[in-house]
């Protein structure tokens, strides 16, 4: 049987582009053969879109993303129930080094540049992959300096010199380089002044509308994350808690008043169930 045939009266080209980028059915991870960090989630990225991943400390944002980029595996994370599809292709526990030739970027946490290189050389480090070099012209990279024209003028700055926000700008920069179909961003905006945070987020959508290229961003800050995605999940241990449409999402009560912190009424049960939430998460 044929792929149009499967898919009815849509062709082989429309059933692909349909299909989400990621999708996580049912998903259980775990650390170290025992410790259960994720209990059965189920989600997806479509094509295009920008997916907000929410919720406190230690609620499995990360966990759920380095399962995606395969990173997880080097710290002995696990899927130990469910599957994880990549353009339809089961990638269950797949390693780093095949996702990245799939075409997944994963942007660590903590803005991990290396200190004692120039920016440019940080920048020279995304024409890698797999361990080969596949590009080297500085036309390449032009790619970063279109988003981030502030980092042309720090080119021989040592990377750990560089501010937050530089830095920040620099590890966005090299990810692009290497033309990523699927952007993971952990926690980009910690740390960062608010303006900074907006200019990044605004560069993200440029990013995201001008080179096709779907996110999936795991961020403390729900307000500013929620303004820029067209999907969100709300995670809380280890379980998906809300999901909607960012713009629903971001009107709902318990994200306006708990997680966002802009409504008056806090007499209600709901409120006093997440006021222990907000607390961490401010
Ligand atoms: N490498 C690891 N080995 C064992 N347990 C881990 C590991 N990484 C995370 N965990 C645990 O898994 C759970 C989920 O952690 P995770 O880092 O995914 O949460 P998070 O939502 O990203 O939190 P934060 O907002 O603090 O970054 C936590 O209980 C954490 O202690
Ligand atoms: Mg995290």
Not at 178 to 195: F, I, M, T, V
């Amino acid at each position: 049987m044929t792929a149009s045939e499967t898919a009815g009266s849509t062709t082989a080209t429309d059933a692909e582009e349909s299909l989400p980028v990621v999708e996580l059915d049912n998903v259980e991870i775990v650390y170290d053969r025992h410790f259960l960090a994720v209990q059965g989630i189920s989600m997806a990225a479509e094509r295009g879109d920008i997916v907000a991943l929410l919720g406190p400390n230690g609620a499995g944002k990360s966990t759920v993303l380095k399962m995606i980029s395969g990173i997880g595996r080097s710290e002995r994370g696990e899927v130990t129930r469910g599957s994880v599809f990549y353009n339809g292709d089961d990638v269950t526990n797949s390693g780093p080094n095949e996702m990245v030739d799939r075409g997944v970027t994963h942007i660590l946490e903590g803005r991990r540049v290396f200190e004692d290189l120039t920016v440019e050389e940080n920048l020279r480090c995304g024409l890698y992959r797999g361990g080969r070099r596949f590009r080297f012209d500085k036309e390449d990279y032009q790619i970063a300096f279109d988003y981030f024209p502030q980092l042309e003028e720090i080119l021989n700055l040592k990377a750990g010199y560089a501010s937050g926000g530089q830095q920040q700008m620099l590890v966005v920069a090299r990810a692009l380089i290497h033309r990523p179909e699927l952007l993971l961003l952990d926690e980009p905006s910690l740390g960062l002044a608010p303006k900074l945070v907006q200019d990044i987020f605004e560069t993200l959508v440029e990013i995201n509308r001008e080179e096709d290229i779907t996110m999936i961003i795991a961020d403390q800050n729900a307000k500013r994350t929620l303004e820029i995605a067209d999907y969100g999940y709300v995670m809380e241990n280890g379980q998906i808690e809300l999901n909607d449409p960012a713009d629903v999402l971001a009107e709902r009560e318990e994200i306006k008043e708990f997680y966002l912190g802009t409504s008056g009424d806090t007499s209600r049960y709901e409120d006093i169930r997440h006021y222990k939430i907000r607390k961490r998460w401010t």
